[in-house]
């Protein structure tokens, strides 16, 4: 017959406890999600990505030591679905977790930042120096208000455009190939246009453009691997200045595809010696040659789904500016802002 030992109570106890320390190490081990990638951001906001399911809130831990160790006040914590922080100055080291609604951790703890390291943005230059328009795309009528005050306003062509959460505010949302935006704006001679754009398209679209039949003007467009800023002065077989299509062979300002379903900052450039397209604040590619552009007698229109491709863009677009004048890559710099943007009253 087995004897088993004896075992007092307070052996009991003491093993009961080590067993469930154990069991709660292998749920943790077993359970929690990956831990959020923390990062700073100006001016002292802690912000990060979150890809898999939301916790239940998230807890913001500070540390008072320089990082040696860390506790959470009372009211430093924020909503699972949140990817922002305010803490109460940035001096100090944070970190965060994510929680269940018993406040048990459910993900591994961030790494510890502190908000003081995030790269100011730039010191703003002039930028409203020959700007015609600026739709940030945060109204909700028919009729999309100009922000410079010059009465651009973009008029609706079609169903009803939606709405989404954008770049900065909301972006206007385009969902199938019946509506556009046009804008009586005109322009000539050096120009630039900047806007934020969020696809995953990879055929061929157009998202912006002032051109005509036969492609006579400029248009940005994406296709399959890339995205152009093409600028069209005349027959090719008149004008030797005539930018192709780049799909077949020609020339012009080309970048690497944006469709990727983020947000991407496009700025084209004509300043009559160069045709320039800039994606996400770096220079993609520079045409040099004579670019005396032929006006278009289309108005200029976002979603476009009239001109020579036919079909226009199927997602995003906001912040959306038109200067007449060429600007600097220091400007366009200041427009990308650390991939944060720079909100009109911000110029």
Excluded at 157 to 174: D, H, R
Excluded at 178 to 183: E, K, V
Excluded at 217 to 243: C, H, K, M, R, W
């Amino acid at each position: 017959m087995l004897t088993l030992p004896k075992i007092n109570r307070r052996t009991w106890i003491a093993l009961w406890a080590q067993d469930r320390r154990r069991s709660r190490v292998r749920a943790a081990q077993a359970t929690l999600l990956p831990a959020p990638v923390l990062r700073a951001a100006y001016p002292d906001l802690l912000q990060w990505d979150w890809d898999c399911a939301n916790p239940y809130q998230w807890n913001v831990y500070v540390s008072l030591d320089g990082g040696v160790t860390f506790f959470m006040p009372g009211d430093y914590w924020t909503s699972g679905d949140v990817r922002e922080f305010a803490p109460d100055g940035g001096s100090e080291f944070h970190f965060i977790v994510g929680v269940d609604a018993d406040g048990n951790e459910i993900t591994e703890r961030s790494n510890s930042v502190r908000p003081d390291d995030a790269i100011a943005p730039p010191v703003p230059s002039a930028l409203l120096p020959g700007l015609l328009a600026y739709w940030p795309m945060d109204e909700d009528t028919g009729l999309y208000n100009d922000a410079s005050g010059n009465e651009n306003d973009l008029t609706l062509n079609g169903q009803t455009l939606e709405y989404s959460m954008g770049k900065l505010g909301t972006a206007i949302v385009s969902v199938d190939y019946t509506s556009n935006l046009t804008a009586p704006v005109a322009l000539s001679g050096n120009f630039s246009i900047s806007f934020w754009i969020k696809t995953a398209q990879e055929n061929f679209f157009t998202c912006l453009s002032q051109a005509s039949a036969g492609c006579i003007g400029f248009l940005f467009y994406g296709y399959s691997g890339g995205f152009s800023f093409q600028v069209y002065t005349g027959d090719a077989e008149t004008n030797p200045n005539f930018i192709q299509d780049v799909s077949s062979g020609g020339f012009g300002p080309v970048g690497g595809t944006i469709s990727d379903g983020e947000w991407h900052h496009v700025v084209g450039v004509l300043n009559g010696q160069e045709a320039s397209l800039y994606i996400d604040g770096v220079l993609a590619d520079c045409v040099t040659g004579e670019f005396p552009l032929i006006p278009s007698t289309n108005p200029l229109m976002l979603f476009d789904n009239n001109t020579c491709l036919g079909q226009t863009v199927i997602g995003s677009m906001d912040e959306v500016g038109v200067w007449q004048r060429a600007l600097s890559g220091d400007e366009v710099g200041q427009l990308f802002n650390n991939g944060n943007g720079l909100a009109y009253q911000n110029f």
